[in-house]
C-alpha cells in the first residue's frame, strides 16, 4: 500500500511537471491559452501583468475549488489534486519561460499534447488536475446531465477574450490546442463523467464485497458461461463516475487479476444512482 501511494505521489508530480512545462515552454510564450481554470489563470495573468504570475493565480482559484473538494468528493481524491495543483504552480514559478519555438502552430499542438498527458496521468491514477475537474465532479454527482456544457462555456470565454486581446488568430490557435488536449486525454484515460464496467469473474462474492467496501455503488450480477470452456461465471454491472475508475480497477486486479473487465461509454442513467 505504501509503495502504491508513493508511486501515485510520483506520477502527480510528474504529470504537475508536464503541465508546467507546456505552458512555460509552449503555451505562455506564444499567447496560446489552455483550457479550464489554467487558461482563466493565463488570462489574469495577461491583465495584471507583473502584479500576479500564472502560477500563483491558478493556485488561488483553486483554493476554493479544494475546500468544495473535501465537503462534496473525498478525502483522498482531494489531497491528491491538492498536491497536482500545488505542485503545478511551483513548477510554473520555478521553470523559466522559454521560447522553444517561433512557430505558433507547433506551439499550440506540442502546448496540448504534453499538457494532456501530464492530466491523462493524473486522471489515470486516481486524482486530478483541479478546477473544472473538480467541479464536473461535483455536478456529476448532483445532477446527471451532461458537464460538457459547463467545460464548453468556460473555455469559449478563454477563447473570445484571447480573441480580444491577441487577436482573433490566436483564438484559433487556442482552439487547436484545446482540441489536441482533448484527443490526447482520450487515448490515456476518457473524457465521459460516466462509465459502466462489464466485470466477468469466478470471485463474484469477493468482488462485490471490495466494492461495497470501497465505492458503495450499486452492482447487477448476471449468470455467464465461457463459450470456449463452459466454465460458470458471472458477470458483474456497476456503473461509477470516471473518478472511480481508479478504484474499480486496482479492486479488480487485487481480488481477481484474470477477471474480464470491459469499460464501456454510459450516455445516461435512469433511476436511483448515488450522488453523494
Known sequence: MVWLETKKVFVVLIGAVLNAIAMNFFLIPANVYASGFTGVAQLLSSVLGSFAST??????????????????????FTVYSFLSVFLMSFFLEVI???????????????????????????LKWGASTGGMDI???????????PVGTYFFTLNAIIIITAGFLYGWEKALYTLVTLYASTRVIDAIHTRHEKVTALIITKKSDEMKKAIHDKLVRGITTIPAKGAFTNESKEMMMIVITRYELYDLERIIKDVDPSAFTNIVQTAGVYGFFRRD
Open 55 to 76: 502560477g500563483i493565480l491558478l493556485f488561488i482559484l483553486n483554493i476554493p475549488v479544494t475546500i468544495l473538494a473535501w465537503k462534496k468528493v473525498g478525502r483522498s
Open 96 to 122: 523559466p519561460v522559454i521560447h522553444v519555438s517561433k512557430d505558433i502552430l507547433l506551439n499550440a499542438v506540442f502546448g496540448g499534447v504534453i499538457a494532456a498527458v501530464g492530466v491523462g496521468m493524473t
Open 135 to 145: 467541479i464536473a465532479m461535483v455536478l456529476s454527482r448532483m445532477k446527471d446531465k
